[in-house]
């Protein structure tokens, strides 16, 4: 209401308005993608049984056709007349996606990012002890049932057989053996990398390069002596003590900006930032009295316009630090140590071909049916046995497990066929 008594009176329609069509995507996300044009008497099946799933959600598609297809801020402007108050669900659009809030197809991003069913409600929250705890709860459930893991271990490139994957090889040598090959690294490294491209199918090679992973995401891990003071907060009129996640993004002005400076080959001048502070709900990640803050946000392209990031990477930093200190005057003052990730550093830490965090442009072009590349969506392979469980894959990224559940089940669905050979 401080910005327009319009959006405030509007906004509970608009939160029940997005929420529903949430419904219906979030089954969305749980449900193998088809394939329209295989042209198989199962495939049909598959398709007439989706059709049927979802033939009473009547409006709702055209609300998801919407989605998929507007810009944020088109979208939003259907709801709000001021871009303060779009700027809260159009910063969204960029996170993690090389697009601004007035690119096409941008509102499906806000989508996926309020997706997050944290405790059974929307939204999201911290993992105690660091994200690395949910890798360790699923090691420790895989260990109950008989599962073998092997770290440190980085596989090189995947056994076939007559046109079947029967096993991998490690870097160092060791070869292991299996039924199945499931792979959760990008389709871009496993097909480019890890299987010969004599196995694959010309065309299904020429879609897997073509599939967009250019990233302008970057991470800043920064250990601090108190957590940033925001200058805008003020705890007696919001009710609660700290805002733990904060986007710092003042208007649709500032973050198409952000993204024209990107958009042109260079790094934001003024970086839109997603300052977080787990250590305020969380004493385990730093000695008492110290803290953790991980700043996310764009725009730093994987490659420079005549720029070279091993020059550049200061200006940049000095850039964010900028924004922070703005929007929280004095932080730079408290950090203590600083882990600065851009996208090559994404790339070569985590095997993120050009370091995209989603593995992949979330554009409605390569969603669905057509993620990674359309005719192997269903999480299957040109090779018999591979199958793909990662976030190139439906639903995409984010810390869900959507596409190792989805891949499993339909393992599962061919496994009496896998185990006889």
Request: charged share 25%; aromatic share 12%; hydrophobic share 35%.
């Amino acid at each position: 209401a401080k910005f327009s008594k319009k959006d405030a009176d509007i906004y509970p329609e608009f939160e029940k308005y997005i929420n529903e069509s949430a419904i219906i995507v979030r089954k969305l996300l749980l449900d193998t993608p088809v394939d329209p044009v295989r042209g198989n008497w199962r495939e049909y099946k598959n398709i007439f049984d989706l059709v049927m799933k979802y033939r009473k959600i009547g409006n709702q598609f055209y609300r998801i056709v919407d989605l998929l297809t507007q810009s944020s801020y088109d979208y939003l402007s259907n709801w709000f007349e001021s871009d303060v108050t779009k700027a809260i669900y159009a910063y969204y659009a960029s996170i993690g996606t090389f697009a601004g809030p007035k690119t096409p197809g941008s509102a499906y991003v806000i989508m996926h990012h309020i997706m997050g069913e944290h405790e059974g409600a929307g939204g999201w929250g911290f993992v105690r002890g660091g994200m690395g705890g949910i890798t360790q709860a699923i090691a420790a459930e895989g260990r109950a049932h008989g599962m073998q893991i092997e770290v440190n271990s980085a596989v090189k490139e995947i056994l076939i057989h007559k046109g079947r994957a029967v096993g991998v090889v490690t870097t160092d040598g060791r070869e292991y053996y299996a039924k199945v090959v499931s792979a959760n690294v990008n389709a871009k490294t496993l097909f480019q990398k890890m299987v010969k491209e004599s196995e694959l199918p010309a065309d299904f090679l020429r879609e897997i390069n073509s599939y967009r992973t250019f990233s302008t995401a970057f991470k800043m891990n920064i250990a601090c002596e108190q957590p940033p003071q925001y200058a805008a907060f003020d705890k007696k009129k919001v009710g609660f003590d700290y805002p733990t996640y904060v986007h710092l993004g003042p208007d649709i002005e500032y973050l198409e900006r952000a993204y024209d400076d990107a958009k042109h080959g260079w790094y934001s001048k003024n970086p839109f930032l997603t300052p977080v502070v787990p250590t305020i709900v969380d004493d385990t990640l730093a000695p008492k009295g110290k803290h953790v803050v991980n700043i996310f946000g764009g725009h730093a392209p994987y490659s420079l316009k005549d720029g070279d990031w091993n020059k550049e990477r200061d200006g940049f930093i000095k850039n964010a630090l900028g924004v922070m200190d703005r929007f929280a005057p004095g932080f730079s003052d408290q950090i203590i140590g600083m882990q600065v990730l851009l996208p090559p550093d994404l790339e070569e830490k985590l095997g993120l071909p050009l370091g995209h965090i989603f593995h992949g442009e979330l554009n409605a072009d390569q969603l669905f049916f057509t993620r990674p590349v359309p005719g192997f969506a269903d999480y299957r392979a040109p090779i018999y046995a591979l199958y793909q469980c990662g976030s190139s894959t439906h639903p995409g990224g984010g810390v869900s497990g959507i596409p190792g559940h989805n891949a499993a089940r339909e393992i599962l669905k061919d496994w009496k066929r896998l185990r006889r050979g």
